[in-house]
């Protein structure tokens, strides 16, 4: 197999100097570059391995090894300048070697580089498979498949007594349109550690799984991440220990709901502390109405859109009726129904309901405040209910 070996140099004189004491395979590729020529051939390099003079090249030297991203890059230094060396390995480098490095312990670091840049390359076409199924993204490494994900860590994490925190994240209505594409999973990315894992769930929605801490400390994480975020973004947490998959993500999402609704409730309490007995059935008509036509008419509608052609053997559809608006899932052998009603003016009922025959039904009710039922929250709900209903369609249950 092929190598490339890129000998990085100002002084001609290296090159030939360092030249004669690789152990080089007739198959191996040797490229000379000047500090100036690297960044122009960086994306030809990818699998390359970087010898660097850094003699009157400091500087240079640290900012190459910004750019190479963790490439193996072996420094070449004319001194033992602790203060360098420790800078240079900060930066990532592979190795530091100077004239006193025996030739034989330079060519088992190149060799160790080469078996180090072997694994980046079948890493990267592992990552490259993953893009190609549609499981991470290909800008960065976003968990597609939250589903699988979640299943199989939390195995682990039952097995290993790993003490973790799934933490559900988004932003309000608001914010969500102030957002850079790909801002809040990029701030986030960079700061968490390697074994933490980042999952897409929406749009601007992710779930964080978090190792070895408890909810105190997922909090103090998320309060230091969330700051670099120029928008307000809310989370909910819930200690994976003893529980499934949905049980989790339920959790999560309530947790991550209520904090949503936090502040609007609160205020929505004083206001009608003062304007108790003022609200009459005529205004909370007013305001469901208002609710359906702004909220719920046009989640339904982006729901049914979205997913239309993604469920298999299975109908989708959305019905508004006098008092009620429902979106309704048919297989062969089910019917699902997620029902939005307000019989009384207190409260908006939502009454999800699973049916495989007359007699095997299965119903639950969440009731909320017209204030309450916001675009995001719905969605979730509405994700939630297709999402279960078709994984019992695909195990045959349905």
Not at 42 to 63: G, K, P, R, Y
Not at 112 to 132: C, D, H, P, T, W
Not at 133 to 150: A, G, H, P, Q
Request: hydrophobic share 40%.
């Amino acid at each position: 197999m092929q190598s490339q070996i890129v000998l990085v140099s100002d002084d001609s004189d290296f090159f030939e100097y360092i030249f004669s004491k690789l152990l080089l395979r007739k198959s191996d590729e040797i490229i000379r570059l000047s500090f100036d020529n690297v960044p122009e051939k960086l994306d030809l390099l990818s699998q390359a391995i970087f010898v660097i003079n850094s003699e009157n090249c400091e500087e240079c030297t640290i900012s190459l090894l910004e750019i190479l991203d963790y490439r193996p890059a072996i420094i070449f230094a004319y001194n033992n300048d602790e203060k360098f060396r420790i800078k240079v390995y900060k930066k990532g480098a592979f190795a530091f070697v100077t004239p006193i490095t025996s030739d034989e312990e330079l060519q088992a670091i190149l060799l160790s580089a080469l078996g180090f840049s072997s694994l980046l390359e079948k890493k990267l076409q592992y990552r490259e498979m993953l893009v190609n199924k549609n499981l991470i993204k290909s800008t960065n490494e976003v968990i597609l498949d939250y589903n699988s994900i979640l299943d199989q860590e939390l195995v682990r994490i039952q097995e290993s007594s790993v003490p973790s925190v799934l933490v559900a994240i988004s932003p309000d209505e608001k914010s969500k349109f102030k957002l850079q594409p790909n801002q809040i999973e990029t701030v986030i990315l960079t700061n968490i550690r390697k074994n933490d894992i980042l999952m897409s769930y929406a749009a601007n929605k992710y779930f964080l799984l978090l190792y070895d801490t408890d909810v105190d400390n997922a909090k103090k994480i998320w309060a230091k991440i969330s700051s670099l975020i120029p928008e307000r973004i809310y989370a909910g947490f819930a200690k994976t220990f003893s529980k499934n998959r949905q049980q989790l993500v339920n959790e999560a999402l309530n947790k991550l709901h209520e904090a949503i609704n936090y502040e609007k409730v609160y205020s929505n309490m004083l206001s009608n502390s003062a304007d108790s007995g003022k609200k009459n059935f005529k205004q909370f008509r007013q305001d469901l109405n208002k609710k359906i036509e702004q909220v719920v008419v046009p989640v339904f509608y982006h729901i049914k859109q979205k997913y239309s052609e993604k469920l298999f053997g299975i109908v989708i559809e959305q019905k508004n009726e006098e008092g009620c608006s429902y979106l309704e899932l048919k297989s062969r052998f089910a019917i699902a129904r997620f029902k939005i009603s307000a019989p009384g003016f207190a409260n908006i009922n939502i009454d999800i309901t699973f049916s495989s025959s007359p007699n095997n039904i299965d119903a639950k009710r969440i009731s909320l405040t017209p204030e309450e039922l916001e675009a995001g929250l719905l969605e979730d709900l509405l994700e939630q209910f297709i999402l279960e209903f078709k994984k019992e369609a695909e195990n045959g249950t349905t």
